[in-house]
């Protein structure tokens, strides 16, 4: 059925470095692939999302790359600040229909190290 | 605030006793979705409604849950003779019709059952 994979499930950083999470997805006719971010106590916060037709995406100090025919796509944080510590889920939407329902990935916890 | 919001935020309850949540979506979405998350997982599809039509129900719907949206404005998720195994969070999301239908989550509201 259709899954979604990400790794690492944690991750901790120095204050200033980057930050790489990476995904697999298994539904070949997943076209859409948000992500968001969820801190504790609260619903997971969209915080950027990348279509089938675009390779790379970037908004500030986040990046989202696809590449649809290896199935893999990656969250990058540069510059990585306290307010990054969160757990992050990749997603994809399982169907062509905007109204799919998203399939989420298991988690990756990132913490930022002062 | 014109978010998602969901109530209550937290239920305890007993084996055996049946619970109600409300979801309230953006009030210009008329799609709502509600998901299931368990301790260290990603959340997990269980219903979608178009409207006040539920659409599409997830196999961990089980005949014990059951969820409207009677006026295709607000939905309720009730839980009918809750098991220890139902403990989770339970998180509402909605998008529009327009755009590539991003959905935005709520708060999610943390059922324990003891």
């Known amino acids: 059925g259709e899954n979604v994979e990400q790794h690492p499930s944690t991750l901790s950083v120095q204050e200033g470095d980057s930050a790489v999470i990476k995904c697999t997805y298994s539904?070949?006719?997943?076209?859409?692939f948000p992500w968001y971010k969820q801190e504790l106590g609260k619903g997971p916060q969209l915080i950027i999302d990348?279509?089938?037709?675009?390779g790379e995406k970037k908004d500030q100090r986040i990046a989202v790359t696809l590449n649809k025919t290896a199935k893999h796509f990656s969250l990058h944080i540069t510059e990585t600040q306290p307010e990054d510590s969160a757990v992050y889920f990749c997603a994809s939407r399982g169907g062509y229909s905007s109204a799919s329902k998203i399939i989420f990935g298991s988690g990756t916890r990132l913490s930022i190290r002062p | 605030d014109t978010g998602v919001s969901q109530n209550p935020r937290h239920k305890i309850t007993k084996r055996g006793q049946n619970v109600t949540f409300r979801c309230d979506p953006i009030?210009?979405?008329?799609?709502l979705y509600w998901y299931r998350q368990t301790l260290g997982q990603g959340p997990e599809f269980l219903t979608y409604f178009q409207n006040e039509a539920q659409l599409e129900k997830s196999r961990l719907l089980s005949d014990r849950f059951s969820a409207e949206r009677p006026k295709g404005s607000f939905s309720t998720l009730e839980i009918q003779r809750t098991e220890q195994g139902d403990s989770a969070m339970y998180l509402c999301a909605s998008s529009s019709t327009g755009g590539v239908g991003e959905q935005y989550f709520g708060p999610g509201t943390r059922l324990t059952v003891t």
């Open positions: 539904d070949s006719a997943s076209n859409y």
């Open positions: 990348i279509r089938s037709n675009v």
């Open positions: 009030s210009e979405h008329n799609r």
